[in-house]
RNA sequence: GGCCUUAUCGUCUAACGGUUUAGGACGCGGCCCUCUCAAGGCCGAAAUACGGGUUCGAUUCCCGUUAAGGCUACCA
């Protein structure tokens, strides 16, 4: 077979959606896999729509994502322009191509004459369908009309009583009948292309070899290969992926939820962690493991092993999933992240080296990164108040006392560490007479301002003997 | 309404006619570990939508029912 060549092919409409990201990572996958081509295309035929600076936001968000195509917008290739608007004189000369060879045609009618027709048809309950008054017009009327400069469109003329086929990989074999199929306009009245027609004259010239998209498109696919026929065009491999769904269901929205890939950006996901996540959304390797760099998914995947049906995106999964990739992640990369989290809350951001000591203790506390810069700030500031709850149960009449005495044999260490910190705070409590516990649970709401978190005596290490004092000292001012 | 698609634990899924007391993961419950919270370890509850066939044997093949979803635009 010839050189794999695949695309993305979004509208500009504002942001990348996950399942779009998901169609996506596997057409990427789908290319690497076979040392093919993962081509960019913008499809911009819908200008009612088009959102400034979309197209910038879905490079910048593909490229945090890892999915570098080798063809689009901004890399360049030698079957471009990339972005369909660019491309609308070619459209125009396909869709006359078609007029002349009969599988097109010119309609004139209003927006108002289409809804009357619609209306009508509903009302007697058929199926709406343009009823082809268009092809009534004798060829004098249409040039007449073209002359005066009546808006027209181009409609496919689609053949009676033929059964479309298509093979899917995913799908199987998928058939329609061609008289349930509406002869859909081509080229509209203000000059642009539909999804249909630029959709197949794109794919052709550009090579595609596979068509890979979400299952939406599976019932416009007979138009599609209607197209391919009358350019007299060899198809292309079509792959109808399952779709993403919230949990009700339904097609995966805004309204339910996060669907921008950016609000995961923004969350404090990793990018490996999404694409590993939204690769099990209807594919697996048929073992056991779930973990996969992208690499490795290069590796394994197959569209064989892709399902058939819909699947709800489940963020606690993703979650644990994040974790998992958090957990291993190397440490200046989290404390680069963390640091810009910080600044980004207005957090005086600590050296490298303390940063580094805050992943030590938080990475396997923590989902998102943005809980490095939210779900510890006790590692950063002063404790601003304290859990009343922790403070109920832990801080009794007599701790006061306790710690206060504390504090001189914390200033007199040698060495501030965990392990030092540890025996002094232990043998303390024995000579006491009471359980480590009635120290360290104390210490840690004096601290930290909460019950939970990494361990005390490591906490204190990182925090420094300074540091620790001066929140005890304001804790026995607080708390008595 | 019509056309198309789908249907295994709550969720993501494994099983490609028998190796299955239907496996794994997330989540949930319990226990262990433990200075708290996590992490980790162990254990547990939890599914083949329903009805017909085909077959010696169906989660797996066929038909129907039901349910869900997609499409039905001069949107993609």
Not at 189 to 210: E, F, W
Not at 285 to 310: A, M, N, W, Y
Not at 397 to 402: L, N, S, V
Request: with cysteine; proline share 5%; charged share 25%.
């Amino acid at each position: 077979m010839s050189t794999v060549r695949v695309r993305f092919a979004p509208s500009p409409t504002g942001y990348l959606h996950v399942g779009g990201l998901r169609t996506a990572l596997y057409n990427y996958l789908f290319a690497k896999k076979h040392g093919g081509a993962f081509l960019l295309r913008i499809e911009d035929t819908d200008r009612t729509r088009y959102v400034e600076g979309a197209v910038e936001n879905l490079i910048r968000t593909l490229g945090w994502a890892g999915l570098q195509f080798d063809e689009g917008p901004g890399v360049g290739g030698d079957r471009g322009p990339y972005v369909q608007s660019e491309r609308l004189s070619l459209y125009r000369e396909y869709a006359e191509q078609l007029i002349r060879d009969g599988h097109a045609y010119y309609a004139f009618d209003t927006a108002e004459e289409l809804e009357a027709m619609k209306a009508e048809q509903e009302r007697q309950k058929l199926t709406p369908k343009y009823d082809r008054r268009a092809l009534m017009l004798t060829p004098s009327e249409i040039e007449a009309k073209r002359a005066s400069g009546t808006p027209s469109v181009v409609r496919l003329l689609v053949p009676d009583a033929t059964t479309v086929v298509i093979e899917d990989v995913v799908r199987g074999r998928v058939e329609f009948e061609s008289a349930m199929i509406d002869d859909q306009v081509l080229l509209k009245s203000d000059g642009y292309p539909t999804y249909h027609l630029a959709n197949v004259v794109d794919d052709h010239l550009m090579g595609i070899t596979h068509v890979i998209r979400g299952e939406e498109w599976l019932s416009s696919t007979p138009k599609h290969v209607l197209l391919y026929r009358a350019f007299g065009w060899d198809l292309p491999v079509f792959a109808h992926l399952p779709l993403l769904l919230n949990p009700d269901r339904s097609k995966l929205s805004k309204r339910q939820g996060d669907v921008a890939v950016e609000d995961y950006m923004r969350k404090g996901y990793l990018p490996e962690a999404l694409l590993n996540f939204i690769a099990f959304l209807g594919w697996n390797p048929g073992d056991e493991r779930e973990i996969f760099s992208l690499e490795e998914l290069v590796r394994e995947f197959t569209l064989e092993r892709v399902g058939k049906s819909g699947a709800v995106f489940n963020s606690e999964k993703l979650d644990s999933v994040n974790r998992q990739y958090i957990k291993t992640a190397p440490t200046p990369r989290l404390v680069e992240e963390i640091g810009a989290r910080l600044t980004a809350h207005g957090v005086p951001v600590p050296s490298e080296q303390q940063l580094a000591g805050v992943v030590a203790l938080m990475k396997e506390r923590v989902t998102t990164l943005e809980e490095f810069a939210t779900g510890c700030v006790y590692l950063f500031t002063d404790p601003a108040g304290y859990d009343e709850e922790a403070a109920r149960k832990n801080w009794k009449p007599e701790t006061g006392g306790w710690l206060k005495d504390l504090v001189p044999l914390l200033r007199g260490m040698e060495g501030f560490t965990a392990t030092a910190l540890e025996a002094v705070v232990k043998e303390r409590a024995g000579s006491l007479g009471v359980g480590a516990g009635k120290l360290i649970h104390p210490l840690r709401l004096a601290v930290s301002g909460t019950s939970k978190g990494p361990g005390l005596f490591e906490m204190m290490e990182l925090l420094g003997r300074d540091v620790c004092v001066r929140r005890i000292e304001r804790a026995l001012a607080a708390l008595g």
